[in-house]
């Protein structure tokens, strides 16, 4: 991003810098400065894939509200374990990716979730256009992004959900949404879960739904960061949180708005993009906070094994703090 402007060059997504900066163990350059010396804070985020649900992080930066927070951000692609040791190796100051991170939080990992875009995320199950009947999956291959994430996860329940076992399944790690939707759509894989925009793309190629909203859902993308972090610097956490909290102001409000910033990030047409807006987006949470209710049966739904509170878990002092300032027009 330069001069405030989201350049062609700054939207793609790159596996490869943060992928050998973790392999070398080589910290990357997130420059954490002093925002009241008016100089501009080069910020790296990770996020999993290149779908629609990491809407907060398109439209903060292409929206300048990054910008304006003094932050230089440039969102990297990096598949969830990278993603994880990322943001634990002070790599990335933040990452969006969610369920997976989260799992790791409850394994231990010094984490916490700052702000939650969606907290009930839309799947579907898709299988590959030669499966008529869901018994038939018995014995198939089911693609995910990785094994145990969120994709995963509901799939199993959206399985359960029609009486079938899914230990009666194989699972594939395939990793990237547009991977998973080129293999159901080929048959390198039989079925596989999908959100908008990509489940849309395999109904018109041919795939068959089997399950969906609002059957099952989880919470999908948001903002975690360490608590290393939280501790050190905790105004940068909360310009962070900010920028994303005016984001999931704007989508909410801005329909025609959000969906061209959509164009931008994400290879999609615009009927399937207005489709994902009202079908999902329009239901992103605009105070970034989910009750400690709804908190807990999530942890417990990912096998809290090690007991973690919902205080282990999340940090929304900073949500309630800059969602008042919003609130009140500051």
């Known amino acids: 991003m330069k001069n405030g402007k989201l350049k062609t060059e700054d939207a793609r997504f790159g596996i490869c810098a943060l992928?050998?900066?973790?392999?070398?163990?080589?910290?990357?350059?997130?420059?954490?400065?002093?925002?009241?010396?008016?100089?501009?804070?080069?910020?790296?985020?990770?996020?999993?894939?290149?779908?629609?649900?990491?809407?907060?992080?398109?439209?903060?930066?292409?929206?300048?509200?990054?910008?304006?927070?003094?932050?230089?951000?440039?969102?990297?692609?990096?598949?969830?374990?990278?993603?994880?040791?990322?943001?634990?190796?002070?790599?990335?100051?933040?990452?969006?990716?969610?369920?997976?991170?989260?799992?790791?939080?409850?394994?231990?990992?010094?984490?916490?979730?700052?702000?939650?875009?969606?907290?009930?995320?839309?799947?579907?199950?898709?299988?590959?256009?030669?499966?008529?009947?869901?018994?038939?999956?018995?014995?198939?291959?089911?693609?995910?992004?990785?094994?145990?994430?969120?994709?995963?996860?509901?799939?199993?329940?959206?399985?359960?959900?029609?009486?079938?076992?899914?230990?009666?399944?194989?699972?594939?790690?395939?990793?990237?949404?547009?991977?998973?939707?080129?293999?159901?759509?080929?048959?390198?894989?039989?079925?596989?879960?999908?959100?908008?925009?990509?489940?849309?793309?395999?109904?018109?190629?041919?795939?068959?739904?089997?399950?969906?909203p609002p059957e099952i859902g989880m919470p999908a993308s948001g903002m975690i960061t360490s608590e290393k972090l939280i501790k050190e610097n905790p105004q940068f956490v909360r310009r962070g949180v900010r920028a994303l909290l005016r984001a999931n102001r704007f989508i909410e409000e801005n329909k025609a708005e959000t969906i061209k910033v959509l164009l931008q990030w994400v290879k999609q047409t615009p009927e399937i993009a207005a489709r994902s807006y009202d079908v999902e987006l329009k239901s992103i949470l605009r105070d970034g906070i989910m009750s400690d209710a709804e908190m807990e049966s999530f942890i417990e739904r990912l096998g809290n094994e090690k007991k973690k509170t919902v205080d282990d878990v999340r940090d929304f002092s900073f949500a309630r703090q800059v969602w008042k300032e919003l609130e009140a027009g500051r």
Request: net charge positive; no cysteine.
């Open 19 to 212: 992928s050998l900066a973790v392999a070398m163990g080589i910290t990357a350059a997130v420059f954490f400065v002093d925002s009241a010396l008016g100089q501009t804070q080069k910020v790296s985020i990770s996020i999993s894939s290149r779908s629609n649900t990491s809407v907060s992080y398109y439209v903060a930066a292409s929206k300048g509200f990054f910008r304006d927070e003094g932050m230089d951000v440039e969102i990297i692609q990096a598949n969830p374990r990278l993603g994880t040791m990322a943001l634990l190796n002070g790599d990335v100051a933040f990452t969006g990716t969610f369920v997976s991170t989260v799992r790791g939080i409850l394994s231990g990992f010094p984490l916490k979730i700052v702000v939650v875009a969606f907290k009930k995320g839309v799947y579907y199950l898709i299988a590959h256009p030669s499966i008529k009947d869901v018994q038939e999956l018995r014995g198939k291959k089911l693609g995910v992004s990785s094994i145990r994430g969120a994709d995963h996860l509901v799939a199993e329940e959206l399985l359960r959900s029609k009486g079938l076992n899914p230990a009666q399944l194989q699972p594939v790690a395939l990793g990237d949404t547009s991977v998973r939707l080129q293999s159901v759509t080929t048959g390198a894989v039989e079925v596989t879960v999908l959100s908008p925009p990509h489940d849309l793309m395999a109904q018109k190629a041919g795939g068959k739904v089997f399950a969906g």
